[in-house]
């Protein structure tokens, strides 16, 4: 028997693959983390300290929930948590209102769903129960949430998976890392390379073979790496395009049946925080609702830098797709114009900085992130599996409730690490 340390290599430098990575290697085994991009992270992009006065995320950005693993490891790295403050108001095409999250139907939902068995699609489900015109608001609110919350499909979309998140209304505790998710991934890669795990940049996986017994893996560039064992944490729609062997290739298509959409994210920072000097009310304002074509604006509220950040999720972002970053950067300003009652010009005028990412054209990513149609749980356990030389991890996945968060991440690469090391 060969004393020769079992080699793995890991496809992916996000969160799963790194923390895989670190369990991996602080256990003796040889590691090698391969990343198509020159950065590590993934879909956790950090932005430049000097650009945006602060360590901005130009993906992930909030911590979640209870989030016990990237807590535990904010811990370890020494990091602390800013936690989200302040209120939630909408534009609705005419005036300002503070958010109501309260429905008057929010007593039937939540016995509807309390009672509910059988998993069905979102859009089935409200046709199902709500289909009256006293249900409209209901219905709105519910789809906007499950497309710009979740980035999901509500016609594909599992009830059952965003119960507990329609139970509290969508609200839980929100925070963010002071440094940034930056400042957590490049703990965890020098964590990776402390413990003797190699992390190699610019590396595009085109082919995973099965040769006798051992795994090789070839980069498009025609490196080759030999190994024991191949984990996966590409986002699924990445898997299709990677060689895989037959076996692989038939585990990976149960990845057809977990969700994945998209997500357009604009980073402006201005001179001076014009919207609280023009309209006072919203001095503590967190997130701004509204129905212009960048729907979602957020603050960085309490701290006082004069950043706004726009969101738009879900399947409606093909709308956009043909846009470059500056067109989607004016899209974001437009919007905030016509919110805000001013030209364009009037707020380009103080723009000092600016940034926009349509994940759906990232070629290592296509999307944002994962959710659940009612076949994902199922998609899921097959693909969980520790059987044969290759192993999938990720934030698609997780099967807890924060599916498709860093968290999610964090805890499919600490599970799968765990498989390996558990034999």
């Given at each position: 028997m060969s004393d020769k340390p079992q080699h793995i290599v890991i496809v992916g430098a996000g969160a799963a693959g790194l923390m895989a990575g670190r369990e991996l290697a602080r256990a003796g085994k040889k590691v090698t983390v391969l990343e198509a991009r020159d950065r590590c992270g993934g879909r956790i992009h950090p932005l430049p300290a000097a650009e945006f006065g602060y360590p901005a995320d130009g993906g992930a950005e909030f911590v979640h929930g209870d989030a016990p693993v990237t807590r535990a490891l904010l811990r370890e790295a020494g990091l602390s948590l800013q936690e989200i403050e302040g209120t939630l108001w909408r534009f609705d095409g005419a005036h300002f209102s503070r958010e109501d999250r309260h429905d008057p139907h929010e007593a039937e939902l939540h016995a509807v769903l309390g009672n509910l068995k059988d998993d069905l699609t979102v859009a089935d489900f409200l046709r199902r129960h709500f289909a009256g015109p006293e249900y409209d608001?209901?219905?709105?609110?519910?789809?906007?949430?499950?497309?710009?919350?979740?980035?999901?499909?509500?016609?594909?979309?599992?009830?059952?998976?965003?119960?507990?998140?329609?139970?509290?209304?969508?609200?839980?505790?929100?925070?963010?890392?002071?440094?940034?998710?930056?400042?957590?991934?490049?703990?965890?890669?020098?964590?990776?390379?402390?413990?003797?795990?190699?992390?190699?940049?610019?590396?595009?996986?085109?082919?995973?073979?099965?040769?006798?017994?051992?795994?090789?893996?070839?980069?498009?560039?025609?490196?080759?790496?030999?190994?024991?064992?191949?984990?996966?944490?590409?986002?699924?729609?990445?898997l299709r395009e990677i060689a895989l062997p037959a076996s692989v290739r038939a585990k990976a298509a149960a990845a057809d049946d977990i969700g994945f959409g998209n997500v357009v994210k604009i980073l402006l920072r201005f001179a001076r925080p014009w919207w609280r000097e023009r309209n006072p009310d919203l001095a503590d304002m967190t997130f701004l609702l509204s129905d212009r074509t960048i729907p979602v604006w957020w603050t960085r509220h309490p701290e006082q830098h004069p950043v706004l950040t726009g969101w738009f999720g879900g399947p409606r972002t093909a709308e956009l797709q043909d846009l470059d970053p500056q067109a989607l950067i004016e899209a974001g300003l437009g919007s905030l114009a016509t919110i805000f009652g001013l030209s364009r010009e009037d707020v380009a005028r103080d723009l000092v900085a600016a940034a926009a990412t349509n994940w759906g054209q990232d070629p290592f990513a296509r999307g944002a992130y994962s959710w659940a149609t009612p076949r994902t749980r199922a998609a899921q356990a097959m693909l969980a599996r520790a059987d044969g030389a290759v192993l999938f991890s990720g934030e698609a996945l997780y099967r807890g409730r924060d599916m498709g968060t860093v968290e999610a991440a964090l805890a499919s690469g600490l599970e799968t690490a765990g498989m390996i090391l558990r034999g």
């Amino acid at each position: 028997m060969s004393d020769k340390p079992q080699h793995i290599v890991i496809v992916g430098a996000g969160a799963a693959g790194l923390m895989a990575g670190r369990e991996l290697a602080r256990a003796g085994k040889k590691v090698t983390v391969l990343e198509a991009r020159d950065r590590c992270g993934g879909r956790i992009h950090p932005l430049p300290a000097a650009e945006f006065g602060y360590p901005a995320d130009g993906g992930a950005e909030f911590v979640h929930g209870d989030a016990p693993v990237t807590r535990a490891l904010l811990r370890e790295a020494g990091l602390s948590l800013q936690e989200i403050e302040g209120t939630l108001w909408r534009f609705d095409g005419a005036h300002f209102s503070r958010e109501d999250r309260h429905d008057p139907h929010e007593a039937e939902l939540h016995a509807v769903l309390g009672n509910l068995k059988d998993d069905l699609t979102v859009a089935d489900f409200l046709r199902r129960h709500f289909a009256g015109p006293e249900y409209d608001g209901l219905r709105y609110s519910i789809e906007r949430m499950v497309e710009g919350y979740d980035a999901a499909d509500p016609e594909r979309a599992s009830t059952l998976a965003l119960r507990e998140e329609w139970m509290d209304g969508g609200l839980h505790t929100q925070a963010r890392i002071n440094g940034g998710y930056g400042a957590l991934i490049d703990f965890l890669a020098a964590e990776c390379r402390r413990h003797g795990a190699a992390v190699r940049l610019g590396c595009v996986v085109s082919a995973i073979e099965d040769e006798g017994g051992a795994v090789v893996v070839r980069g498009a560039g025609g490196e080759v790496h030999r190994c024991d064992r191949v984990i996966l944490t590409v986002p699924l729609p990445l898997l299709r395009e990677i060689a895989l062997p037959a076996s692989v290739r038939a585990k990976a298509a149960a990845a057809d049946d977990i969700g994945f959409g998209n997500v357009v994210k604009i980073l402006l920072r201005f001179a001076r925080p014009w919207w609280r000097e023009r309209n006072p009310d919203l001095a503590d304002m967190t997130f701004l609702l509204s129905d212009r074509t960048i729907p979602v604006w957020w603050t960085r509220h309490p701290e006082q830098h004069p950043v706004l950040t726009g969101w738009f999720g879900g399947p409606r972002t093909a709308e956009l797709q043909d846009l470059d970053p500056q067109a989607l950067i004016e899209a974001g300003l437009g919007s905030l114009a016509t919110i805000f009652g001013l030209s364009r010009e009037d707020v380009a005028r103080d723009l000092v900085a600016a940034a926009a990412t349509n994940w759906g054209q990232d070629p290592f990513a296509r999307g944002a992130y994962s959710w659940a149609t009612p076949r994902t749980r199922a998609a899921q356990a097959m693909l969980a599996r520790a059987d044969g030389a290759v192993l999938f991890s990720g934030e698609a996945l997780y099967r807890g409730r924060d599916m498709g968060t860093v968290e999610a991440a964090l805890a499919s690469g600490l599970e799968t690490a765990g498989m390996i090391l558990r034999g």
